[in-house]
């Protein structure tokens, strides 16, 4: 079993649509990243998040530390938000990733 | 903000020969180093976790001899791949951050093609 299982695998939406993207993880954790690959492979980090709620324009991600559970919202979905989005925890000075998530938004 | 650059960006070399990639830090001292590889249409697989003036921690199933990780100052790692055969070609990607728990920053990545 990973230590970091993400949802869906796959995710197409209408622009403009809410999008949810789920992380759930087994492990203590000190921090937990939300990254978004575009093709081409460029890596950006999100969030960095260890307790609560962070909002940065249309993202929103949120973590529940007692439920090892951690959610992405993207509101008012773009096309320009296509790309793969990927869930990494901080635990034992080490990084564990999720599968990612890649998501399409059609115009 | 900080930065993390990665170079080359690109690299084709032939069979059997050895291919350095390089991963700077910027604006920031990166005690924590990771490089990590990519297939396509799959999630990066971390090879190896550096900090800096120490030996690498490579993951299970990666062979250190093959891929040789310097850590040998705050800003810069490097990752050589050593007597390289096509089936080595991939998308590798470093990250440095500051401390573990920190804010990770990511290169831009390389993509190596051996032909």
């Known amino acids: 079993k990973n230590e970091v299982e993400q949802s869906p695998q796959n995710l197409t939406a209408q622009e403009g649509e809410f999008i949810t993207i789920n992380c759930s993880y087994s492990v203590g954790i000190s921090a937990l990243h939300w990254l978004q690959q575009h093709p081409g492979g460029g890596i950006v980090s999100l969030f960095m998040l260890s307790s609560g709620k962070k909002k940065h324009g249309r993202l929103i991600a949120t973590i529940n530390i007692q439920e090892k559970h951690s959610s992405l919202h993207i509101t008012a979905s773009h096309p320009r938000d296509s790309a793969v989005y990927i869930c990494?925890?901080?635990?034992?000075?080490?990084?564990?990733f999720g599968a990612g998530t890649r998501l399409t938004v059609k115009p | 903000g900080a930065v993390v650059s990665q170079h080359p960006s690109r690299v084709i070399c032939k069979s059997g020969t050895s291919v350095k990639i390089e991963c700077r830090s910027l604006d920031f001292q990166a005690t924590t180093m990771f490089w990590y590889r990519q297939f396509p249409k799959q999630s990066l697989m971390l090879m190896a976790t550096?900090?800096?003036?120490?030996?690498?921690?490579?993951e299970q199933g990666v062979e250190k001899d093959k891929f040789l990780i310097n850590h040998a100052s705050l800003t810069l790692s490097t990752l050589t791949v050593t007597s390289a055969h096509p089936e080595d070609s991939s998308f590798y990607i470093c990250?440095?951050?500051?401390?573990?728990?920190?804010?990770?920053?990511f290169g831009e990545g390389s993509w190596l093609t051996v032909v």
């Open positions: 990494a925890v901080w635990f034992n000075n080490d990084m564990r």
């Open positions: 550096s900090n800096e003036g120490s030996k690498a921690t490579y």
């Open positions: 990250s440095a951050s500051e401390a573990a728990g920190n804010t990770i920053y």
